[in-house]
């Protein structure tokens, strides 16, 4: 692979993205070691682009750094991971209320779009496929709702619990209850219902907690 073009900005953000992804997905768990030299050579990156790669993720709460370059992948205790939701509720709620009737009718098509292809993802029972969409989806509603403060505030709260979202979208139910949220969502955001986008967007997060709350009591996720 060409290391040059793994190297300066778009190299760091590469391996972030990577490293992300990996602990998202449970590719990497709680726990495990993070060795830089090893990333640098699985990904092709340089040693600067690991190290701020590494800084970042350290930053956002899904690693710890240990001696040297390397690091670990972050437990993130289940009342932390409850806290961060609940805040989440409250500035999704937000999000959804702004984004009904600040996006153009344009825009509000492409939402309808984005909630039929979640909703078809979701009658093929595609757990995976649907929790991509849905994330998809979330990202267009922030987009819509021109609101950068509250977008960037999610944006760093979900890197700490999106590992623990996907695990739970992959319970059985759970791909048909979230899917019927979202297309509540969908429905109030296009239909410039703002009082009922936000709800719709609360009881999302709500049931999003309550599923990861249940399932930790049954078998541990963090």
């Known amino acids: 692979m060409n290391l040059a073009a793994r190297s300066g900005a778009a190299g760091a953000t590469h391996v972030r993205n990577s490293l992300r992804r990996a602990i998202v997905t ?8 993070i060795v830089a030299a090893e990333v640098g050579t699985a990904l092709g990156a340089t040693r600067s682009c690991v190290r701020q790669a590494l800084h970042e993720l350290a930053a956002e709460g899904l690693i710890d ?9 972050r437990a993130v205790p289940i009342g932390e991971v409850v806290e961060i939701l609940e805040c989440r509720q409250v500035l999704d709620g937000l999000l959804a209320a702004r984004a009904a009737v600040r996006a153009t009718d344009e825009e509000h098509r492409r939402l309808r779009a984005a909630g039929n292809r979640l909703a078809a993802a979701a009658e093929r029972g595609e757990p995976v496929e649907c929790f991509r969409l849905g ?11 021109r609101h ?10 979900d890197a700490r619990v999106a590992r623990l979202r ?3 979208s992959l319970r059985p139910g759970r791909l048909r209850d979230s899917a019927r949220e979202h297309a509540a969502i969908v429905q109030a955001v296009a239909g410039r219902h703002p009082v009922a986008a936000e709800r719709a967007a609360r009881e999302h997060v ?15 996720l963090c």
Do not use: C, M, Y
């Open 26 to 33: 449970g590719d990497l768990v709680p726990g495990q070691r």
């Open 65 to 73: 750094r240990v001696r040297g370059s390397n690091a670990r992948v």
């Open 135 to 145: 994330d998809e989806l979330h990202d267009l509603v922030v987009g819509l709702s």
């Open 148 to 157: 950068p403060t509250a977008a960037g505030i999610v944006s760093r709260l």
């Open 166 to 168: 996907f695990r739970v």
């Open 206 to 220: 709500r049931s999003l907690i309550a599923a990861i709350v249940g399932h930790h009591e049954k078998e541990p």
